[in-house]
């Protein structure tokens, strides 16, 4: 079955530390994504890749960065956490216009 | 612009009361609509696809319809295992990089009571 993972369920950074959150994907799709959840604001997209050392910004890209050095793996790093980075973020791929394949998310809390 | 929204923003049901869920969009040029169920703490698992209006799919106790503004997700005598947050997402013809992405709306949160 399709899977998508998260190196992490649940972390706690402190203000200013440098965050890296991993996604690893085992289904060879192009693109793959960084959302992050709050409650009232639904699912807002942070970051995608629709291929190997290709990115392009979302719609909160701010205070953000990505990485994809391989097809199966894309990284979301926070330069500098900040509390209002508190969230649940969610990493997904899909092959084409096809549905997004998610993974269980990481709960992150800045402090 | 682009925009899909979600009514109602809750809903409680008593076990085996049917209801529908609502999910309005405008999009330039519909390329698919799609239907998730999210429980808490995990991401959002696919339930639903649909391409055109006058398109239905079904699953269990779930049916999702099309038209060509909102689609429904029908939930017939629902049980408290169906609680849970329903998103519905569309794709639109020019969204997003060279793949494009998907517009989500906020989601209804059922809670099934037995």
């Known amino acids: 079955d399709v899977k998508v993972t998260q190196s992490s369920r649940y972390l706690v950074k402190r203000t200013g530390e440098k965050v890296f959150l991993e996604c690893v994907q085992d289904m060879d799709h192009e693109n793959m994504f960084w959302y992050r959840q709050d409650p009232g604001l639904g699912l807002r997209l942070i970051y995608f890749s629709y291929d190997v050392k290709m990115k392009e910004k979302g719609d909160i890209p701010e205070g953000y960065s990505v990485s994809r050095e391989k097809k199966e793996r894309f990284s979301l790093i926070l330069e500098s956490a900040s509390t209002n980075q508190t969230s649940m973020y969610l990493c997904?791929?899909?092959?084409?216009?096809?549905?997004?394949?998610f993974g269980n998310g990481t709960r992150l809390t800045v402090t | 612009e682009d925009q899909v929204t979600q009514s109602p923003e809750a809903l409680r049901l008593q076990e085996g009361e049917s209801s529908s869920l609502n999910c309005s969009y405008t999009v330039s040029g519909l390329r698919g609509l799609f239907w998730y169920r999210q429980d808490p703490g995990k991401g959002p698992e696919f339930l639903f696809t649909l391409y055109s209006a006058g398109e239905e799919k079904e699953k269990e106790r779930l049916k999702a319809t099309l038209t060509k503004k909102e689609s429904f997700l029908h939930i017939t005598a629902p049980k408290p295992e169906d609680s849970a947050t329903y998103l519905c997402?569309?794709?639109?013809?020019?969204?997003?990089?060279?793949?494009?992405?998907?517009?989500f709306g906020k989601g209804t949160k059922l809670s099934v009571k037995p």
């Open positions: 997904a791929s899909r092959a084409g216009q096809r549905r997004l394949h």
């Open positions: 997402a569309v794709q639109g013809m020019n969204y997003g990089g060279s793949q494009g992405n998907l517009i």
